[in-house]
């Protein structure tokens, strides 16, 4: 399945209430701190996400990518938060729900989430046990926001001729997704 049917598949699966629920409890951590707009991204205003939502995709794409990918990522200056929003832009039936999912994942607070803090304050590792809590956890509407704000995240780390330096992915611009997964790799990833 490509990533965006994937990404697609998973925010279908957010039902109305269960996602209600999670943005009730993400704005209850919102009350004593209040949420702050984030700083503004360089470059055109965002289309689809908001400033903070831009600053978890970006966090949410460097966890996502792993060690080897951040270091590429870093080294190639990629804005992976710019990306996913240029594809949410295109996908509008999908932008604002996910924007409601991302903001449960920085805002999100303990007892439902293992922190106290936004996602994009905590260092690298707890962002990775936040992500592993998502993904393992016993609450389908918890595996099923991992997999929605995952999927925005490998789409903006690898969803563009950009970041071919980053993915090693042979294709160029205008190349469909569903080619490039069919694509045998010359050699493997390290």
Same mark, same amino acid.
């Given at each position: ?23 009730? /409890?993400? &704005? %209850?951590?919102?009350?004593? #701190? ?9 470059? !055109?205003? =965002? $289309? +689809? ?23 590429? /990522?870093? &080294? %190639?200056?990629?804005?992976? #938060? ?9 996908? !509008?039936? =999908? $932008? +604002? ?94």
């Amino acid at each position: 399945m490509s990533p965006e049917g994937e990404l697609r598949g998973a925010l279908l699966a957010l039902d109305r209430r269960g996602l209600l629920k999670a943005a009730g /409890l993400a &704005a %209850a951590a919102l009350l004593p #701190g209040g949420c702050g707009a984030g700083p503004a991204p360089p470059g !055109p205003p =965002l $289309a +689809a996400l908001t400033p903070r939502t831009w600053a978890v995709v970006d966090a949410l794409a460097r966890r996502v990518a792993g060690r080897a990918g951040r270091e590429r /990522l870093r &080294a %190639a200056g990629i804005d992976t #938060g710019r990306r996913a929003d240029e594809l949410l832009a295109r996908a !509008p039936e =999908l $932008a +604002a729900p996910l924007d409601q999912a991302l903001l449960v994942l920085e805002f999100g607070f303990f007892p439902w989430l293992g922190k106290l803090r936004p996602f994009t304050a905590l260092s690298g590792p707890a962002q990775d046990r936040i992500l592993q809590e998502l993904a393992g956890s016993r609450w389908a509407l918890k595996r099923t926001l991992f997999r929605a704000v995952r999927s925005v995240g490998l789409l903006g780390c690898y969803g563009s001729a950009l970041h071919q330096p980053v993915s090693r992915h042979p294709g160029v611009a205008g190349v469909a997704i569903e080619e490039a997964m069919t694509y045998p790799a010359a050699r493997p990833l390290p």
